[in-house]
């Protein structure tokens, strides 16, 4: 007979899901939520609420606060779900207001009485508005800026304009005590006529010949570039010391100071002084040396922030460290105005002798005879033994060299 057969179908709807994700810059600490659910031919979808409205925390380590802009979706939903949707969720930041202030320091004044630079409000990663302007007090030079707080790094105007700033920041103003006169003034050799005074662009500072020992050490004999003038100086009024109340014709350190003031390597510090116990600082021997060499142009860059242009050591500090008689301590600094040691001015007149050809030569051997030759750095032991051996820095008596104790003008 007929046969009839019968085919039955099964049905199973689509399923679909709904997933949530941040679009561009977020909060780190911040994950978009999980939906979880199994979803069917227009079902109804409910929106997950917003992680949180507001997130203080940083971006790329500037604070800030993040506010959540909330989910957005390109589905239709009017009839419900009716594919996989996907939710994406947009956040905005908004930096931290942070105060950068100024301190103008008690060595100095704002340029612009009230200058608005001085105290000012900025985003928090942005840089600053400018830079107030300083005015140093008489006898001072501004010299930089330090952070309140801070490691003791000092910055440059330029530098400070640069910096991203990312907290509330006092800057102080930083200044040098001015040692020697500033560009221009002349420094009187004679105290007492003002018609024999050196040539304007040279500052009044030391140099670095001699080392003498002790005042009764007959063994401080001059080197053979320094002329002996004992003989052919009276030692009267026409001394070249003898203008300089302050100092002997007769003393021990008569013969280098003669020549040092006669070849304008050295002159008085002013008001009729000439400071032979006075202390060297790195500055002045570096003039010294630069004097010595005619002062040549100092070209090469300056990799110092603690040596400002325009003073009146710049060059000469410049010229030594590109030429690597005097090399600075690192991290940008070079201390020109710090006290200079006996075997700082041993490695320094060393390396200037190097340059000229001196110095040791191949295999060495020389024993400091001094109880405290142990006190000599590894790094100046060299230029010691050879400052010693040709009686350029001798002791100071009962054995002693003392050779991380200040030099003082009249030893140089």
């Known amino acids: ?39 069917h031919w227009h079902d109804s979808v409910t929106v997950a609420e917003a992680p949180t409205t507001t997130v203080t925390t940083d971006k790329n380590g500037v604070p800030g606060i993040w506010k959540f802009n909330g989910w957005a979706t390109a589905a239709d939903l009017t009839n419900g779900i009716e594919s996989h949707v996907t939710y994406t969720g947009t956040w905005t930041f908004t930096p931290a207001k942070i105060k950068v202030t100024f301190n103008a320091g008690t060595s100095g004044k704002l340029t612009t009485t009230g200058d608005p630079l001085a105290a000012q409000t900025i985003d928090a990663g942005k840089t600053v508005n400018g830079v107030p302007a300083i005015t140093a007090n008489s006898s001072y030079t501004f010299q930089g800026w330090e952070i309140v707080g801070g490691d003791g790094t000092r910055y440059s105007n330029a530098a400070v304009a640069s910096m991203k700033l990312v907290a509330d920041t006092d800057f102080t103003a930083v200044y040098q005590k001015d040692t020697n006169p500033s560009d221009g003034e002349q420094v009187p050799v004679s105290p007492d006529d003002g018609t024999n005074t050196p040539p304007k662009d040279i500052p009044s500072v030391p140099d670095g010949d001699k080392v003498p020992g002790s005042p009764d050490d007959d063994t401080n004999t001059p080197d053979e570039d320094v002329p002996d003038v004992d003989d052919a100086c009276p030692r009267d009024e026409t001394c070249p010391i003898f203008p300089f109340d302050d100092s002997d014709p007769h003393a021990w350190y008569h013969d280098a100071v003669h020549y040092c003031i006669e070849e304008r390597l050295m002159n008085g510090i002013g008001n009729g002084k000439w400071d032979p116990n006075g202390t060297l600082n790195r500055a002045m021997l570096c003039q010294v040396f630069y004097n010595k060499e005619g002062r040549p142009a100092a070209t090469a860059g300056n990799p110092f922030e ?34 200079i040691t006996r075997e700082q001015l041993a490695t320094i007149i060393y390396r200037y002798d190097q340059k000229q050809g001196g110095g040791f030569k191949d295999a060495w051997s020389f024993e400091l005879d001094f109880t405290d030759a142990d006190q000599v750095s590894d790094w100046a032991y060299e230029a010691m033994c050879w400052c010693s051996m040709n009686k350029i820095v001798n002791g100071y008596g009962n054995g002693l060299l003392i050779p991380r104790g200040n030099a003082t003008r009249a030893e140089a």
Do not use: L, M
């Open 1 to 39: 007979g007929h046969v009839v057969f019968t085919g039955t179908w099964a049905f199973t709807p689509d399923t679909y899901s709904v997933t949530y994700q941040f679009s561009g810059d977020a909060p780190t600490d911040v994950v978009a939520p999980t939906d979880g659910k199994t979803y």
């Open 306 to 339: 603690d040596v400002a242009e325009g003073t009146w050591y710049y060059d000469a500090v410049v010229w030594c460290n590109a030429n690597g008689i005097a090399i600075g301590y690192g991290n940008s600094r070079f201390g020109p105005t710090d006290p």
